[in-house]
């Protein structure tokens, strides 16, 4: 048994749900969960979350390549970083 932060569900029953949602709320763009994993994951980075946290929320094993799969940063992210520090 996996100790998750949420139910597991199908990606095919949380992309229904999801393009529910974008409807009521009129958004116009198509989206799936899974650019929504990406879309979390970097934002979260961005925000300087740390890695532990994102992963369980996002579900997945410590420890694993999902930062570097799932995050996107830009090259301002990276001079900003590389300012700040």
């Known amino acids: 048994m996996h100790n ?3 139910i597991s569900l199908t990606n095919q029953s ?3 749900y999801l393009k529910e ?8 763009k198509t989206m ?3 650019m929504s994993r990406h879309t979390f994951r970097t934002i979260a980075a961005r925000k ?3 890695d532990t946290i994102a992963e369980r ?3 997945d094993a410590e420890g694993n390549d999902i930062k570097y799969i799932y ?3 830009h090259n301002e992210d990276i001079v900003v970083e590389m300012i700040e520090k």
């Open 71 to 73: 995050t996107h940063l």
């Open 48 to 50: 300087g979350v740390r």
């Open 4 to 6: 998750r932060l949420f």
């Open 32 to 34: 799936t969960f899974h």
């Open 14 to 16: 949380t992309n229904c």
């Open 57 to 59: 929320i996002m579900g």
């Open 21 to 28: 949602i974008m409807t009521d709320l009129k958004i116009p």
